[in-house]
C-alpha cells in the first residue's frame, strides 16, 4: 500500500536558520506530491506541490522541496526562517489517492 | 468570503446524540472531502465525492454519513455520536483526483 511518512512529529530552529522537513513515500511509481500548511485555528493550504515537471519545486513563503526518486524522498527547506513559518506542516501523496501523513509541528525560537 | 465554508465552528454534544456538519464551497469543483484530524494521526479521510450520485466511503467510515444534496453541499453526520469521534473535523474540494485540494477552517466537535 501507498504511503507517505514524515519524520520527526516535532522540529525546532533558531529563527534565521535553514529548516528542513523529512517526507518519504513508498510507491513503485512517482506519485504526486504535495506540502500543505496548517496554521494554528486554521484549515490547511497548499505550499507547494510536484508535477514531474521539475524535481525542485517552489512554493510560497520562499519554501521549496526537491523530488528525490533514487531516495523516494520529497523533503521540504527553506533557507532562512521566520517566526511566522511556526506552523503543522503535513506532506501528503499518492498514486491512486492522495494520503496525509502525521505531520510535522515546526517551532521557531527568537 | 472564504472559498469553503463549514458550520459549526465548534460543537459540544452528548453521547448518542445525532449530529450534522455542514460544508458548503463556492469554488465550482465537483469533488468533496470529509476528513477527521486527531493529534499524531494527521488527516484521516472519512468519505469522498465525486459528484451528486457518486459517494465513496474513505479509510475510517463506520460511525459516520454523508449526504451531497448538491454541487456546492456536502454534510457529514454522526448518527448516535460517541466519545472517541471528539475531533478536528475538515471539508475539502477539488477540482480533479489527486489535484490540490482547498480546505474549510474545520470543525472542532467534542462528544461528551
Known amino acids: 500500500a501507498q504511503s507517505v511518512t514524515q519524520l520527526g512529529s516535532h522540529v525546532s530552529v533558531s529563527e534565521g536558520a535553514l529548516v528542513l522537513l523529512r517526507c518519504n513515500y513508498s510507491s513503485s511509481v512517482p506519485p504526486y506530491l504535495f506540502w500543505y500548511v496548517q496554521y494554528p485555528n486554521q484549515g490547511l493550504q497548499l505550499l507547494l506541490k510536484?508535477?514531474?515537471?521539475?524535481?525542485l519545486v517552489k512554493g510560497i513563503n520562499g519554501f521549496e522541496a526537491e523530488f528525490k526518486k533514487s531516495e523516494t524522498s520529497f523533503h521540504l527547506t527553506k533557507p532562512s526562517a521566520h517566526m511566522s513559518d511556526a506552523a503543522e506542516y503535513f506532506c501528503a501523496g499518492g498514486y491512486q489517492k492522495v494520503t496525509f501523513g502525521t505531520g510535522t509541528k515546526l517551532q521557531v525560537i527568537p | 468570503d472564504a472559498d469553503v465554508t463549514q458550520t459549526p465552528r465548534n460543537r459540544i454534544t452528548k453521547t448518542g446524540k445525532r449530529i450534522m456538519l455542514e460544508c458548503s464551497q463556492t469554488k465550482g469543483h465537483d469533488r468533496m472531502y470529509w476528513y477527521r484530524q486527531d493529534p499524531g494521526l494527521g488527516l484521516q479521510l472519512i468519505y469522498y465525492?465525486?459528484?451528486?450520485?457518486?459517494?465513496n466511503k474513505g479509510e475510517i467510515s463506520d460511525g459516520y454519513s454523508v449526504s451531497r444534496q448538491a454541487q456546492a453541499k456536502f454534510s457529514l453526520s454522526l448518527e448516535s455520536a460517541i466519545p472517541n469521534q471528539t475531533a478536528l473535523y475538515f471539508c475539502?474540494?477539488?477540482?480533479?483526483?489527486?489535484?490540490?485540494?482547498?480546505f474549510g477552517p474545520g470543525t472542532r466537535l467534542t462528544v461528551l
Open positions: 510536484y508535477t514531474s515537471a521539475a524535481t
Open positions: 475539502a474540494t477539488s477540482d480533479l483526483w489527486l489535484e490540490t485540494q482547498y
Open positions: 465525492s465525486f459528484d451528486v450520485k457518486d459517494i
